[in-house]
């Protein structure tokens, strides 16, 4: 069975950093693209970054440039969200995919995706 679970969310003052995993299961992570999603109560999801398959090749929203670092760990099946420097407005459920695909950092280019971790930056 196909399977994302996303965990390494929670409170964080602003300024403060957190680590968000995206454990799979049932298939082999570092074959698929793997992206990283949000979304704010009231707004869309967006794309907020995406690692390639094929090179490691990775993508960042501007709104996330400079503060986030994607990035896989294949032994462990895992691809990472390094958040640092977070703002309110960064507060989201935030959600993994994966696709055959191409990365991209849009959400219906993805097949498979985890059930969300909460992040919330508040002071």
């Known amino acids: 069975q196909v399977q994302l679970v996303e965990s390494g969310g929670g409170l964080v003052q602003p300024g403060g950093s957190l680590r968000l995993s995206c454990a799979a299961s049932?298939?082999?992570?570092?074959?698929?693209?793997t992206g990283w999603f949000r979304q704010a109560p009231g707004k869309e999801r967006e794309g907020v970054s995406c690692?390639?398959?094929?090179?490691?090749?990775?993508y960042y929203a501007d709104s996330v440039k400079g503060r986030f670092t994607i990035s896989r760990d294949n032994a462990k099946n895992t691809v990472y969200l390094q958040m640092n420097s977070l703002k309110p407005e960064d507060t989201a459920v935030y959600y993994c995919?994966?696709?055959?695909?191409?990365?991209?950092?849009?959400?219906?280019?993805?097949?498979?995706w985890g059930q969300g971790t909460q992040v919330t930056v508040s002071s």
């Open positions: 049932g298939f082999t992570l570092d074959y698929y693209a």
């Open positions: 995919a994966a696709t055959p695909g191409v990365p991209a950092l849009l959400d219906y280019y993805f097949n498979w």
């Open positions: 690692i390639s398959s094929s090179d490691g090749s990775t």
